[in-house]
Nanobody, 123 residues
């Protein structure tokens, strides 16, 4: 049974940094497309960063390019999102997602999801 468990969220002031983790079980993270999504209150869930199967390169939405970095550690079977220079618009619930066959930005195409971790950025 596949399980994704996020951690690392919290409250931070604008300009600060956080690192999110997504520990996977029942699957091997390098065999899947893995992504980080976020959803702010009243807004649709959006793709923040994705990493393709067997790849080390991330794909990012424009608003986080140069500030966020997606990576994974095969030994720990964990996906990460390093978030630097956070701003108030980054405030949202952040979710880890995985799929064996797609790497789209569309959330509904992903099979597996974590429960989410809250990130709150204050000015």
């Amino acid at each position: 049974q596949v399980q994704l468990v996020e951690s690392g969220g919290g409250s931070v002031q604008a300009g600060g940094s956080l690192r999110l983790s997504c520990a996977a079980s029942g699957m091997i993270v390098t065999n899947y497309c893995m992504g980080w999504f976020r959803q702010a209150p009243g807004k649709e869930r959006e793709a923040v960063a994705r990493i393709y199967r067997s790849s080390t390169f991330g794909v990012y939405t424009d608003s986080v390019k140069g500030r966020f970095t997606i990576s994974r550690d095969s030994a720990k079977n964990t996906l990460y999102l390093q978030m630097n220079r956070l701003n108030t618009e980054d405030t949202a619930m952040y979710y880890c997602a995985a799929d064996l066959s797609t790497c789209t930005t569309t959330p509904s195409w992903y099979t597996y999801w974590g429960q989410g971790t809250q990130v709150t950025v204050s000015s």
